[in-house]
């Protein structure tokens, strides 16, 4: 069973930062666009940003100029860098990969980001 391998979560203060790391098999990385997710208590599973094999990357506007997504292709490891973290960012985070050959999706087993003071 392929795992996505996430770390980084934590409780941070409200204007915090925090950066997410997600490692995934070499065979899946090199062929998959990347992306975290979020889900908080009674809302549903949502797309925070993602980034394709080439780089390019798209945010939710809701975390556009505070969050950063980027993926270093030597590690097979895709990072989350977020800050100015707001306690609406609360929620458990979730690495995804989607191959670009056969559409196959995995996920991570989910790290949990708590913004209070």
């Known amino acids: 069973q392929v795992q996505l391998v996430e770390s980084g979560g934590g409780l941070v203060q409200p204007g915090g930062s925090l950066r997410l790391s997600c490692a995934a098999p070499?065979?899946?990385?090199?062929?998959?666009?990347m992306g975290w997710y979020r889900q908080a208590p009674g809302k549903q599973r949502e797309l925070v940003a993602g980034?394709?094999?080439?780089?390019?990357?798209n945010y939710a506007d809701s975390v556009k100029a505070r969050f950063t997504i980027s993926r270093d292709n030597a590690k097979n490891t895709v990072f989350l860098q977020m800050n100015s973290l707001k306690p609406e960012d609360t929620a458990v985070f979730y690495c995804?990969?989607?191959?670009?050959?056969?559409?196959?999706?995995?996920w991570g087993q989910g790290t949990q980001v708590t913004v209070s003071s």
């Open positions: 995804h990969a989607v191959t670009i050959v056969a559409f196959n999706e995995y």
């Open positions: 070499r065979s899946i990385f090199t062929i998959a666009n």
């Open positions: 980034i394709t094999t080439t780089g390019r990357t």
